[in-house]
T-cell receptor, first 114, second 112 residues
Framework: EAAVTQSPRNKVTVTGGNVTLSCRQTNSHNYMYWYRQDTGHGLRLIHYSYGAGNLQIGDVPDGYKATRTTQEDFFLLLELASPSQTSLYFC?????????????FGEGTRLSVL | QQKVQQSPESLSVPEGGMASFNCTSSDRNFQYFWWYRQHSGEGPKALMSIFSDGDKKEGRFTAHLNKASLHVSLHIRDSQPSDSALYFCAASEQTGGYKVVFGSGTRLLVSP
């Protein structure tokens, strides 16, 4: 069964802290995405990738780095976390090779920056 | 400003009623549209896609797309309390990549 797994599910850090959010998909999808969800803003695209070593800038990239180490793994890095980055983060994957498949989402990581 | 605008922000309908959601995009490059649903504590799940002008019906759900006006809608007939959730419109463009963007969402409450 197609799946996207995020870890950790919850994370608390302090301002200026270093955080890495992990995402793994076992669907053989080439595209992976990182979104943040905030009330009133919906889901906003941070970064996305269409393969290992590739990175594309999303709509709200400031303060975030991302790295796609393999087809399966996509990481989101917050090197100097700020309270404004307190949010619910979702990873998603899709096979955009002509099928125009809707991205499949993980269960989310709730991040609090104190 | 988000490229995908949704309305209304929230909606309340009685059980058995019709729920309607609207979405307008500001980018003519968008070619593919989806509706997603998110229940509390879960990730968003795709409900249905629509890529061509006109209506697409799947059970109680009907989506409509008008590419000329960049407008897409979703209608749920015979709404059930289990339909209570956050609904998102999503759109994608394929210009040098496959970027998928979402609207701000509409919260639906279906009362028994």
């Amino acid at each position: 069964e197609a799946a996207v797994t995020q870890s950790p599910r919850n994370k608390v850090t302090v301002t200026g802290g270093n955080v890495t959010l992990s995402c793994r998909q076992t669907n053989s999808h080439n595209y992976m995405y990182w979104y943040r969800q905030d009330t009133g803003h919906g889901l906003r695209l941070i970064h996305y990738s269409y393969g290992a070593g590739n990175l594309q800038i999303g709509d709200v990239p400031d303060g975030y780095k991302a790295t796609r180490t393999t087809q399966e793994d996509f990481f989101l890095l917050l090197e100097l976390a700020s309270p404004s980055q307190t949010s619910l983060y979702f990873c998603a994957s899709s096979d955009a090779g002509g099928s125009n498949q809707a991205p499949l989402f993980g269960e989310g990581t709730r991040l609090s920056v104190l | 400003q988000q490229k995908v605008q949704q309305s209304p922000e929230s909606l309340s309908v009685p059980e058995g009623g019709m729920a309607s959601f609207n979405c307008t995009s500001s980018d003519r490059n968008f070619q593919y549209f989806w509706w997603y649903r998110q229940h509390s504590g879960e990730g968003p799940k795709a409900l249905m896609s629509i890529f061509s002008d006109g209506d697409k019906k799947e059970g109680r759900f009907t989506a409509h797309l008008n590419k000329a006006s960049l407008h897409v809608s979703l209608h749920i007939r015979d709404s059930q309390p289990s339909d209570s959730a956050l609904y998102f419109c999503a759109a994608s463009e394929q210009t040098g990549g496959y970027k998928v963007v979402f609207g701000s969402g509409t919260r639906l409450l279906v009362s028994p």
